[in-house]
Structures are given as structure tokens and as C-alpha cells.
């Protein structure tokens, strides 16, 4: 087996109030290759602060720690600010859930694309319009040329999530972090959208980890699945064998969706036990 793009070993994230710390993230452990990974949970799970804590974009009063974030070889928390920078877009790139919060409302798509090519490249404004045009033809948006002089207010949710996708994989990384990218869309754009990222990822033979609360939207786009609950790491397992999970977190996620080609008259509830915090492991419930 070829090593692991991304390697994380006992992260933590925590933020400090006067009263107490709140423990976003507890000691958590995975590793990502050149392979779709899917981190699932519920709101507060903390999937979003693992995302972000890899590309130290956690501000004060948030504190990140880890015995390891080694990303191709390189101790990401050895990095100056500087030197972060430039992982940051163009080794490891992260697409935001909703393009309203994302885009610059006051700079034209095609600017903004342009910069996210230029400032990790030597390259002249007429080779970054010309790669950035190309970028909005390779995420399927028709006539890119009038989309690249337009400002975000004029294009709709799925052609802005495109655009971000577009602003992330221009500088070529080589880990994708996309961070429930699909949760504003409905579901027919959803589709399309996810098509033409995990063919952009598996053309570039990129590595990319893919946050969502959507159980089955996971299972059917990725390679494995990391199930978080209360900010540790629960159960991982295939995508293609979720069905078949055994930790009770899981199992009760999986139980509370609904299923049109089997139709319950009620939903199951999800019942937490705190054990699960304190001991995540399947061995524990079995």
C-alpha cells in the first residue's frame, strides 16, 4: 500500500470560556490517500473542525493539538504562517459549504479565480483568465466566458458551488477538503455537482475528504467513511459495506433514514449513550 497523502494521529480542538473548555475534537487518529474519505456525523460532531484544524484555520480562542499532521511528508504544524500559506489552495484546498459566505461579492468570478491561480504561479493575467476559463468549462458551466465577467449576486447556488470547485482545483492540489459542498442545493444539482468533482479528483488523481451529515449521499460517492459522534472518531469502515456497521451510533443513524423502497409508518429515534464519548470503540458495545 503507497503512503498516505494526509496523516493525522490524536488531534484536539478545543475552545476555552471563562466557565469551561468545550473539547470540539478529542483525540482523534485517520489517514487519507490518494482515495474519496467521507467524515459523517451530526451538527457538533465535529467534522468541520477536523477540516479546518488540518489547515490550521482555527483562530483564538480555538486551540488546536496533535501528535501528528503530516501532509506528503511535511509536519504541517512545523510551518511558519508564511509557509502555510502556500500549502494552503495549492497543496490542499478547501471548498466552503454555501458560495453566498465564500465568493467576494464585490470582485467578478473570474477575478477571484484568477488570483487563486496567480498567487501560487508566475503566471501573466492572460494565462490565468485562459486557465481560469478552461476551469469553468472542465466544472460544466455553459458559456464561461460571460460567467467569468460576472459578479456571484448573478449566478444561482449550483453555478456558484461550481465556481468555488473551480477556484479550489485551479492551482492543481493535491488534497481536496470539501466541506458539506451540497447541503444548500436541491438534490438534481446536488447530483451533478458531486459527478463533476469526483471526476475532476479521479482525472487529477487526487486525494479528497468529503464532509456531510448525509449518511447515504456518503456511501454512494465515497471510498470509506469515518463516523464521528461528539467529536471522536466512532467507527470506519468501507462505504460500500456501511450497511453492515456495527457501532450503535451508526446503526441508529442508519435506522433513522428513510427508505422509499421500504416505508416505515415511524422513523426510529436515535438514542445516545455518553459511553461513546469516553469510549468510542465497536469492541465495547458488541
Known amino acids: 500500500m503507497s503512503k498516505p497523502l494526509l496523516e493525522v494521529e490524536d488531534l484536539w480542538v478545543r475552545f476555552a470560556s471563562k466557565k469551561r473548555v468545550v473539547e470540539a475534537v478529542r483525540g482523534i487518529s485517520f489517514s487519507v490517500g490518494r482515495e474519496r474519505v467521507g467524515i459523517v456525523g451530526e451538527s457538533g460532531s ?19 493539538e496533535a501528535k501528528k ?7 504541517l504544524q512545523a510551518l511558519s504562517e508564511k509557509e502555510m500559506r502556500d500549502v494552503r489552495g495549492h497543496k490542499i484546498s478547501l471548498v466552503m459549504q454555501d458560495p453566498k459566505f465564500s465568493l467576494n461579492p464585490v470582485m467578478k468570478v473570474g477575478d477571484q479565480i484568477s488570483e487563486a491561480y496567480r498567487i501560487h504561479t508566475n503566471a501573466s493575467k492572460a494565462e490565468a483568465k485562459k486557465r481560469s476559463i478552461e476551469m469553468l468549462n472542465a466544472v460544466q458551466i455553459r458559456n464561461p466566458e460571460r460567467v467569468y465577467d460576472s459578479y456571484p449576486h448573478e449566478v444561482s447556488g449550483g453555478m456558484g458551488q461550481r465556481i468555488m470547485i473551480a477556484m479550489m482545483l485551479i492551482p492543481e492540489p493535491d488534497l ?44 454512494s460517492f465515497c471510498d470509506r467513511v469515518i463516523i464521528m459522534y461528539g467529536g471522536r472518531i466512532v467507527e470506519t469502515c468501507r462505504a460500500d459495506e456501511l450497511q453492515n456497521a456495527k457501532h450503535p451510533y451508526t446503526r441508529g443513524l442508519l435506522n433513522a433514514l428513510p427508505d422509499i423502497h421500504k416505508p416505515k409508518d415511524q422513523l ?19
Open 46 to 64: 465535529g467534522k468541520s473542525m477536523t477540516g479546518r484544524s488540518i489547515l490550521r484555520l482555527i483562530r483564538h480562542p480555538g486551540e488546536v
Open 69 to 75: 499532521i503530516y501532509f506528503d511528508g511535511q509536519d
Open 176 to 219: 481536496l477538503i470539501a466541506d458539506e459542498p451540497t447541503s444548500a442545493l436541491d438534490v438534481t444539482v446536488q447530483r451533478r455537482v458531486l459527478q463533476i468533482m469526483d471526476k475532476l479528483v479521479q482525472e487529477r488523481g487526487m486525494g479528497l475528504i468529503f464532509i456531510s451529515h448525509d449518511l447515504n449521499l456518503v456511501a
Open 268 to 286: 426510529s429515534v436515535l438514542e445516545r449513550d455518553p459511553k461513546w464519548i469516553e469510549d468510542p470503540s465497536v469492541d465495547a458495545f458488541l
